[in-house]
């Protein structure tokens, strides 16, 4: 046995892998460098089939804090605008609609699919569920399940993002599970392994140093919960609930101020009587804050809703400060919110469904998913671009109705 025989030996031996052996043969496109090499120990509670479990770190204080009025509406602006937004399945880039067998049937089955994804939910409330957990702790999961049926091929489940866990040690094997559902119950029904075709997995914010993604909410997690504390201190303040300020009685003996209590306890608290008082020394009010609406922290809360804003990449004029908003400023902060906060994820969204579903699990890599809207909001200005791009001859009639998302005209012709 030779020199390098040997060493190749001994990598397999102890590392398990093959050891280029600098005579020109090849890595075999095998990985070479560490998956999240931060992650000292993974925990993995259930012990078996591989699974290196990361879990999510407090899902249930996100999901709380979603349900407070400013991050409610920050959610809403981005899964709403996203949600409603019209959608087509086309034929993918570098294909010709020619040239793809069954191209229109096809596309008709993936779009009716899409529109029923399961017995109970519609398009609309399937991805709804997926975004919400997308911006809260960017956890969105979605279940694909094959049916055998041709003009019914898949099934679609939202999942809980949050009880999913991820394999890191997954080496890019169809046939191995990458992840696994902690169901909460006892024994082998506590963990359902879910394939790489099996789940899709949508990441807000990917990093190299974690397997999961970083949602909005928990960006602006401290904040939040600094705004509400300030929230709540205001709104006891306003209530009277906080006193600020106290009577002095100069000179009082005890028996004068125990006296005065009791009357003012039950005779002027509560009554809204007018108090009268007969005494040798004028009482002084002593106060211990401004007595202003500075004493709310209005100021305070401003800048933490700017700082939430932020976060959700919005200009706070959308979640309710109008104070420097006017005619020509605020239709330049609107197209800024959906550049920034509504395109990034709805491309996101659409580059999972066509490579997870479309791809991974059919096997139709000719097709593709795409939302109508992102390129411009201003229909105007869109179908100005369009009419100069025909006119120019840049882009033909079937082109244009298909960037619509309309049929060829003899198809449509042929469907009248």
């Given at each position: 046995?030779?020199?390098?025989?040997?060493?190749?030996?001994?990598?397999?031996?102890?590392?398990?892998?093959?050891?280029?052996?600098?005579?020109?043969?090849?890595?075999?496109?095998?990985?070479?460098?560490?998956?999240?090499?931060?992650?000292?120990?993974?925990?993995?509670?259930?012990?078996?089939?591989?699974?290196?479990?990361?879990?999510?770190?407090?899902?249930?204080?996100?999901r709380?804090?979603?349900?407070?009025?400013?991050?409610?509406?920050?959610?809403?602006?981005?899964?709403?605008?996203?949600?409603s937004?019209?959608?087509?399945i086309?034929?993918?880039?570098?294909?010709?609609?020619?040239e793809?067998?069954?191209?229109?049937?096809?596309?008709?089955?993936?779009?009716?699919?899409?529109?029923?994804?399961?017995?109970?939910?519609?398009?609309?409330?399937?991805?709804?569920?997926?975004?919400?957990?997308?911006?809260?702790?960017?956890?969105?999961?979605?279940e694909?399940?094959?049916?055998?049926?041709?003009?019914?091929?898949?099934?679609?489940?939202?999942?809980?993002?949050?009880?999913?866990?991820?394999?890191?040690?997954?080496?890019?094997?169809?046939?191995?599970?990458?992840?696994?559902?902690?169901?909460?119950?006892?024994?082998?029904?506590?963990?359902?392994?879910?394939?790489?075709?099996?789940?899709?997995?949508?990441?807000?914010?990917?990093?190299?140093?974690?397997?999961?993604?970083?949602?909005?909410?928990?960006?602006?997690?401290?904040?939040?919960?600094?705004?509400?504390?300030?929230s709540?201190?205001?709104?006891?303040?306003?209530?009277?609930?906080?006193?600020?300020?106290?009577?002095?009685?100069?000179?009082?003996?005890?028996?004068?101020?125990?006296?005065?209590?009791?009357?003012?306890?039950?005779?002027?608290?509560?009554?809204?009587?007018?108090?009268?008082?007969?005494?040798?020394?004028?009482?002084?009010?002593?106060?211990?804050?401004?007595?202003?609406?500075?004493?709310?922290?209005?100021?305070?809360?401003?800048?933490?809703?700017?700082?939430?804003?932020?976060?959700?990449?919005?200009?706070?004029?959308?979640?309710?400060?109008?104070?420097?908003?006017?005619?020509?400023?605020?239709?330049?902060?609107?197209?800024?919110?959906?550049?920034?906060?509504?395109?990034?994820?709805?491309?996101?969204?659409?580059?999972?469904?066509?490579?997870?579903?479309?791809?991974?699990?059919?096997?139709?890599?000719?097709?593709?998913?795409c939302?109508?809207?992102?390129?411009?909001?201003?229909?105007?200005?869109?179908?100005?671009?369009q009419?100069?791009?025909?006119?120019?001859?840049?882009?033909?009639?079937?082109?244009?109705?298909?960037?619509?998302?309309?049929?060829?005209?003899?198809?449509?012709?042929v469907?009248?």
């Amino acid at each position: 046995m030779g020199m390098q025989a040997k060493v190749r030996d001994v990598w397999r031996r102890v590392v398990g892998v093959e050891a280029a052996a600098g005579d020109g043969d090849a890595t075999k496109g095998e990985r070479k460098t560490a998956m999240l090499p931060s992650i000292l120990s993974p925990y993995n509670p259930a012990g078996r089939m591989g699974q290196s479990a990361l879990p999510k770190p407090t899902p249930a204080n996100l999901r709380r804090l979603a349900e407070t009025p400013v991050v409610r509406r920050a959610i809403n602006v981005v899964k709403d605008r996203i949600a409603s937004m019209d959608w087509q399945i086309r034929v993918r880039r570098g294909y010709r609609e020619a040239e793809v067998e069954d191209a229109a049937a096809r596309m008709a089955v993936l779009r009716r699919c899409l529109e029923e994804p399961n017995a109970a939910d519609s398009f609309r409330v399937l991805w709804e569920q997926v975004l919400e957990d997308l911006l809260v702790g960017g956890f969105g999961a979605v279940e694909m399940e094959a049916t055998g049926d041709l003009l019914r091929p898949f099934h679609l489940w939202a999942v809980d993002g949050a009880t999913i866990q991820i394999d890191g040690r997954w080496d890019g094997s169809a046939d191995k599970p990458r992840y696994a559902q902690a169901t909460g119950r006892l024994g082998a029904a506590g963990l359902v392994p879910l394939r790489d075709d099996e789940l899709m997995y949508v990441r807000l914010n990917p990093r190299t140093h974690s397997s999961f993604g970083l949602g909005r909410l928990e960006v602006a997690f401290e904040t939040v919960n600094q705004f509400l504390s300030a929230s709540r201190y205001a709104g006891r303040l306003a209530s009277n609930s906080v006193v600020q300020y106290a009577l002095w009685l100069n000179e009082a003996t005890p028996e004068q101020h125990d006296r005065l209590i009791r009357w003012w306890q039950d005779e002027i608290e509560g009554t809204g009587r007018v108090p009268l008082l007969s005494c040798e020394q004028k009482p002084e009010v002593l106060r211990f804050a401004g007595g202003t609406d500075a004493d709310l922290r209005l100021a305070w809360q401003e800048a933490l809703i700017r700082m939430i804003a932020n976060a959700f990449d919005l200009p706070p004029m959308l979640l309710g400060l109008q104070q420097d908003v006017n005619r020509s400023t605020a239709a330049e902060m609107a197209d800024e919110a959906f550049q920034s906060a509504v395109v990034p994820v709805a491309k996101l969204l659409q580059e999972h469904i066509t490579r997870d579903l479309f791809a991974k699990k059919l096997g139709w890599r000719e097709f593709e998913f795409c939302f109508n809207e992102l390129e411009s909001r201003d229909e105007l200005e869109e179908v100005q671009i369009q009419a100069e791009l025909l006119r120019a001859g840049v882009l033909t009639v079937d082109e244009v109705r298909a960037m619509r998302g309309l049929l060829p005209l003899a198809a449509a012709e042929v469907a009248r």
